[in-house]
């Protein structure tokens, strides 16, 4: 089973960014998918960006134009860039890949705020 550690996250500005990395214990090409997702305080964990093994992606409507998921293979490694941040992307961000059962990292908590 892969082993995922997210980095990252940290407090920043409305309209700051950031850059969060998923870098894998092993190759993550055999993975049909990988996916950043999110979980604030008293909701529920929701999906934020997927990206396909053939490179398709897809984005929650509510980050749709400031967030980019991509991959690097050669490192293993998953990104999340964010832009445009504000306060409701305030949670923590997971990466996870499918399996049985799924893998999940530590997570990465994100703050904005003024």
């Known amino acids: 089973q892969v082993q995922l550690v997210e980095s990252g996250g940290g407090s920043v500005q409305p309209g700051g960014s950031l850059r969060l990395s998923c870098a894998a214990s092993?190759?993550?090409?055999?993975?049909?998918?990988m996916a950043w997702y999110r979980q604030a305080p008293g909701k529920q964990r929701e999906l934020v960006a997927r990206?396909?093994?053939?490179?398709?992606?897809n984005y929650a409507d509510a980050v749709k134009g400031r967030f980019t998921i991509s991959r690097d293979y050669a490192k293993n490694t998953v990104y999340l860039q964010m832009n445009s941040l504000k306060s409701d992307d305030t949670a923590v961000y997971y990466c996870?890949?499918?399996?049985?059962?799924?893998?999940w990292g530590q997570g990465t908590q994100v703050t904005v705020s003024s």
């Open positions: 990206i396909t093994s053939g490179g398709s992606t």
């Open positions: 996870y890949t499918p399996g049985t059962p799924g893998n």
């Open positions: 092993g190759s993550i090409e055999r993975f049909i998918f």
